[in-house]
């Protein structure tokens, strides 16, 4: 199943947003945002709201899977439907192609091509700031968009990559500091953290496998600057010898990357997802060879 997903994640990148599982996971989270999330309710209302949506949620998809797993009469169409679902909780070719439209000198199309892919502000980034912003995105969402959904899937099934890509839809959009989502969209920040804490340390033991002294340099250095996210970014930073910048936030050591270092990030990512995509069937068959033995 996972090897026929990838398969048709590298074939065909991302499903129109029409029939993508996750745009509706997104849908049906924005209708609880709509309808719950007032800023009338106390702090505990407004984290409980949170919580239950996303909860609710979670049982919605979790409902869908028992009644396609107990109504489809044919295994040959639930074994389609469920890869296919399974193809939706990880982006390889999409990741790819999102950075890889960074890859200008173009600084309008460069601005643009960013703020897809990012949530800061682009519109007065200059160009190394920017190629900083598309290498940090790259490296942080191996984990969050590869390693955490095969990590889920492997010791879950299906039901646990599903889980894991709710929870990370919920994070990106409720997980933030401000008025409207600090208390509603806590827990939603707080699952997602937990649940990449061991894939994202994963994910920079395998891109620290490429260089390892310079990795573990920039690992120790920054690697804790926040919980999950630097630590496959510092171990990119590492292996790349570049700098990474988000202007007030944190700086790695080393000159800021130009065009040529983004491509060299590609090509460092198809490296670093092969090993995790092997790694990841290796222990599949080893789970399949020990079932029935």
């Known amino acids: ?76 169409i639930e074994y389609v439907i469920l890869t296919c679902l399974l193809k939706a909780t990880f982006s390889i070719r999409g990741l790819y192609e999102h950075v890889r439209k960074c890859s200008t000198d173009n600084i309008a199309k460069l601005r643009k091509s960013v703020s897809m ?47 894991y890509r709710i929870a990370n839809t919920y994070d990106a959009l409720f997980g933030y500091h401000s008025e409207k989502y600090e208390w509603f969209g806590k827990f939603c920040a707080r699952l997602d953290d937990a649940l990449n804490f061991i894939p994202a340390r994963i994910t920079a033991f395998l891109i620290l496998l490429f260089s390892p002294k310079n990795a573990w340099k920039y690992i120790k250095k920054y690697g804790s600057i926040k919980i999950n996210a630097t630590y496959p970014m510092s171990a990119f930073a590492g292996v790349l010898q570049i700098g990474i910048e ?41 789970k399949l060879l020990g079932d029935r033995a």
């Not at 709509?34 to 979790?62: D, H, P």
């Not at 900083?132 to 010791?155: G, K, M, Q, R």
Request: charged share 20%.
């Open 246 to 286: 988000k202007i007030g936030y944190y700086r790695f050591d080393g000159q800021l990357p130009q065009k040529e270092d983004l491509k060299r990030a590609l090509i460092l990512y198809i490296k670093v997802v092969s090993l995790i995509l092997i790694i990841a069937v290796l222990i599949l068959i080893l």
């Open 1 to 76: 199943m996972l090897i026929f997903a990838v398969f048709v994640d590298i074939l065909l990148g991302e499903y129109p947003n029409i029939i993508h599982p996750v745009a509706y996971m997104g849908k049906i989270g924005k209708l609880f945002d709509k309808y719950v999330n007032n800023k009338g309710q106390s702090k505990s209302t407004r984290f409980l709201s949170g919580l239950c949506a996303e909860m609710i949620e979670i049982s919605v998809w979790c409902c869908m899977l028992i009644f396609l797993r107990i109504s489809l009469k044919s295994k040959i």
């Open 117 to 163: 892919i990012v949530s800061r502000g682009t519109e007065k980034l200059d160009k190394p700031h920017l190629y900083s912003a598309a290498i940090e995105s790259l490296s942080e969402n191996i984990s969050d968009s590869i390693t955490a959904p095969l990590f889920y899937y492997i010791l879950f099934g299906l039901d646990g990559a599903l889980i």
